[in-house]
Structure formats: structure tokens, C-alpha cells
């Protein structure tokens, strides 16, 4: 697809994906920022999670669903609101497309430049636990710091599966099995490198206490999509519909979303 700056791509979407809820987090602070801009957001639910899959199984799933998105929707930048799938597959989708790409990935540099200890962790999903890109991250941004790394594909499901029926002190108990892990460790900074993990950022402050700072990278990525809109000239320049979500199947998912949509302000419209 071709970008030119007319009128009409002004008010085409700024599209975020994920393989779930977790991006409406990055979504909703978009929307604070840029009132003007249309939303749309898609969920690929047949495929989550991708956490738990290979770096090749993400890659087929994200190339497939994208080709399959940007054959039915117009767009004029894309958000890949998931730290796993950008760590795996944001070098593929921007050879293969030619459309601004915005990458979420683990807020290490913030974290690194916060810590007066030198001291922070990374909560994400095993694949990003694994990926180079992340231990590359590590090494050009926190250089200096003691990193701790740890996996917790369970906070993930909680968020996804059982946001609304799942009691808070389940919700805690999870928390608190994964931050013992951090026990000893003396650090005094956490990033959230899963979007999932946004939903319970209230909780993970409340049993983290005040000495350890919670740090996602939702300011940066937000600033970049401005930066880019601005600097392409595809800024909206009023409102131009209403903000849609869209998820790739799985039908068991359907009513949750609905509900999702509900308090995020989007219409629900489907399956894509
Ligand atoms: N929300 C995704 C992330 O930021 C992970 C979800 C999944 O494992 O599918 O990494």
C-alpha cells in the first residue's frame, strides 16, 4: 500500500494488534492522547497465546493475520501492542509491508536510567524471555545494571481468560508467587514486558511496595506514534468514526470481548 498525505488517509486508522486484551492498554492511552484519531483494534485470539509458541510458529501466525487484516482494512500505521510478537516478528513485517510500524517492546533503557541500585527485572512471556532481542536490549541499555528475567505466562492467562471472573485474591496470590521470585534480588525497579501484564499494574504496585517502581513503555511508544503521525503528515484531522475491535476467532472469546470493548470504549464487530 501506498501512503500518500491526502485527506483520505488522514482519516484512515491507526490499527493496534496483539494475540489479545493486552494492547488495549497502549490502546487506551492513544486515545487520551490522540482524540482526533480512529481506532482499530485486533485481537489474534485463534492463535494466543503466542508466549508459549516458537519464534517461527509467531512469525507465520503475525505475517498470516496482518496479510489477511491489510487485505480488509485501510490503514496508516500499525501498533504492535505486544512485546512478544514485536521481539519475533517487527523485522518481517516491515520488509514485507510498506507502512509505519510501531514496536512494543520491554521499557529496559527507562528501567536502567530509573535504577539508582542498578538493579531491575523483566516480567514477560518465555519467548520474550528467550529472544536475542531482548539480551541485546539488556546489553546496549542496562549494561551496567543486575537484570533479573522471569517468565509469567500464568499472569497473562489470569488477564486474558479470567479478567472478569477471577477474585482479586486469586489474582494477588498470582502476583505474589511471581514477584518471590524477585525475592533477595534487592532490585528497585520492574518492567512490565508483557501488555497483558498493564491490567493489573494497580496490583503489582500495591504488593511491590514504594521502594520498587513499576516501568512499562506506554509513554514512549505513545510519543513515537505522534512523532510519526506528525512527521508523515497522516495526522487525523477530526474524528471519523467510531473505534472498532476485531478478533481472529475462537469463539469462546466472544462474550469477553464484548465486555472488553464495553469498558474500552471500542465496538465490537467480529470476527476478522
Ligand atoms: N501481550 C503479549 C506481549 O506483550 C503476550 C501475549 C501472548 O503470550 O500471547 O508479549
Known amino acids: ?3 500518500t498525505n491526502s485527506l483520505e488517509i488522514k482519516s484512515y486508522p491507526v490499527v493496534f494488534f496483539d494475540s489479545g486484551v493486552g494492547g488495549l492498554s497502549y490502546l487506551a492511552r492513544a486515545k487520551e492522547k490522540l482524540p482526533d484519531e ?13 508466549g508459549d509458541k516458537s519464534s517461527q510458529e509467531i512469525r507465520e501466525a503475525v505475517l498470516g493475520v496482518i496479510t489477511r487484516v ?9 501498533v504492535i501492542a505486544c512485546n512478544t510478537a514485536s521481539v519475533v516478528a517487527l523485522d518481517d513485517l516491515r520488509k514485507r509491508f510498506s507502512l509505519p510500524f510501531i514496536g512494543v517492546v520491554p521499557a529496559i533503557k527507562p528501567a536502567a536510567a530509573y535504577s539508582e541500585k542498578k538493579k531491575i527485572a523483566v516480567l514477560a512471556t518465555l519467548r520474550t524471555v528467550k529472544d536475542q532481542y ?37 489474582k494477588e496470590a498470582l502476583l505474589k508467587e511471581t514477584v518471590k521470585k524477585l525475592k533477595n534480588r534487592d532490585i528497585d525497579a520492574v518492567v512490565l514486558g508483557c501488555t497483558h501484564f498493564l491490567f493489573l499494574e494497580k496490583e503489582f504496585k500495591e504488593i511491590l511496595g514504594n521502594t520498587i517502581s513499576v516501568i512499562d513503555s506506554r509513554e514512549g ?12 503528515d497522516i495526522a487525523a484531522q477530526s474524528l471519523s468514526g467510531s473505534n472498532e475491535c476485531y478478533i481472529t476467532g475462537n469463539n469462546d472469546s466472544t462474550a469477553r470481548y464484548t465486555r472488553f470493548c464495553k469498558e474500552f470504549g471500542l465496538s465490537f464487530s467480529g470476527i476478522i
Do not use: S, W
Open 1 to 3: 500500500m501506498l501512503l
Open 38 to 50: 480512529r481506532f482499530v483494534y485486533i485481537a489474534d485470539t485463534k492463535n494466543y497465546p503466542y
Open 70 to 78: 491489510f487485505q480488509k482494512i485501510n490503514m496508516k500505521c500499525m
Open 134 to 170: 531482548l539480551h541485546h536490549l539488556i546489553a546496549d541499555f542496562a549494561g551496567g545494571c543486575d537484570v533479573t528475567v522471569v517468565p509469567a505466562g500464568d499472569i497473562r492467562d489470569i488477564v486474558e481468560k479470567r479478567y472478569f471472573t477471577a477474585t482479586i485474591e486469586e
Open 221 to 232: 511508544v505513545i510519543n513515537q506514534l505522534i512523532h510519526i503521525l506528525q512527521k508523515q
